[in-house]
């Protein structure tokens, strides 16, 4: 789908990636929705945003997308007035440790904005964007999503929901004029570590030839759109590296736990 005077809604728009999709999208969205927790950086964000293009619409919605009732409420206010014709689920969470001792409210935390607001609000938006015959779904996955990572358990499984998700979705609504992609970063400089830490000191386990800038991963998200690609992955070194993932027996990667658990 062309991004020429969309009307786009992105989830998590007051860090990270979710902010810079907004900055990258400004120039050509004609309405922009900002959705996150902290109203005050949405603001800042609203103002820098409309220096830039005046005649851009831009709306605040301070929502908590691990309350089913405020996504919902969420998917009714944003299409009230305006059609929406691009989804941006981008926000997320991550945990970092074991299962056995992770708090439960921080791993419902997690489901509920990885897994149920992803789904919630593509279910809200949907029919909108299939009577229109126009719309785009970008789904912000991980490459976490591609294989389970102990330490990492659940996290990595909703990313595997949330790619999985994404492929069946495109499915159902081809010929429909929508499009959808799972954007499947590796690792990217953002809030997302210290959030995962929970404020403990974790050595990141990722080099730094890894990583991709966020600019770079919203670029190719937003080109993944406009071409409609199914799925993306930002980095010649993740596309490498998770193409010999994905295609790696069950039985290589169990092993290789086993090796670095013995290692460690
Ligand atoms: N950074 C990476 O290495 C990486 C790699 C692969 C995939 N990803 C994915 O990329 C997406 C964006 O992450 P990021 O790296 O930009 O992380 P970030 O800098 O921590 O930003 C996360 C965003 O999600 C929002 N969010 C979190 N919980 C929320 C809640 N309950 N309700 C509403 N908004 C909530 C945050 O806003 P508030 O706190 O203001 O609510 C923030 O805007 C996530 O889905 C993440 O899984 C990140």
Redesign the pocket.
């Known amino acids: 789908m062309k991004l020429d005077n969309c009307s786009a809604v992105i989830?998590?728009?007051?860090?990270?990636?979710?902010?810079e999709f907004a900055r990258q999208l400004a120039l050509h969205a004609q309405r922009m929705v900002l959705?996150?927790?902290?109203g005050d950086?949405?603001e800042e964000l609203r103002l820098e945003l409309q220096a830039r293009n005046p005649a851009l619409r831009i709306e605040i919605e301070v929502?908590?997308?691990?309350?089913l009732e405020q996504v919902m409420e969420l998917g009714r206010d944003v299409s009230k007035d305006k059609p929406v014709d691009f989804l941006i689920n981008?926000?997320?969470?991550?945990d970092y440790g074991a299962v056995s001792t992770a708090d439960p409210k921080r791993l419902n935390?997690m489901i509920?904005?990885?897994v149920l607001?992803v789904t919630a609000l593509t279910r809200a938006l949907l029919p909108q964007m299939i009577a229109q015959n126009r719309g785009a779904i970008l789904n912000?996955?991980?490459?976490?999503g591609f294989l389970p990572i102990p330490g990492f358990a659940v996290?990595a499984a909703t990313?595997a929901y949330v790619t999985s998700f994404s492929e069946a979705l495109r499915a159902e609504v081809r010929g429909s004029g929508i499009s959808v992609c799972a954007?499947?970063?590796?690792?990217?400089?953002?809030?997302?570590?210290?959030?995962a830490a929970q404020g403990q000191s974790r050595s990141e386990n990722a080099p730094e030839f890894v990583?991709v800038p966020?600019e770079k991963v919203v670029r190719a998200g937003l080109n993944g759109i406009e071409l409609d690609k199914a799925l993306v992955i930002p980095g010649t070194f993740m596309k490498i590296g998770m193409a010999l993932a994905r295609l790696s027996p069950t039985v290589l990667m169990r092993l290789g736990w086993r090796f670095s658990q013995r290692r460690g």
């Not at 912000?140 to 976490?144: F, Q």
């Open positions: 989830t998590g728009a007051s860090a990270g990636i979710g902010r959705v996150a927790r902290r950086r949405l929502a908590d997308l691990s309350v981008n926000a997320g969470l991550g935390e509920q904005v990885n607001a912000v996955s991980s490459s976490a996290y990313k954007l499947c970063p590796g690792p990217v400089h953002t809030e997302f570590m210290a959030v990583h966020v």
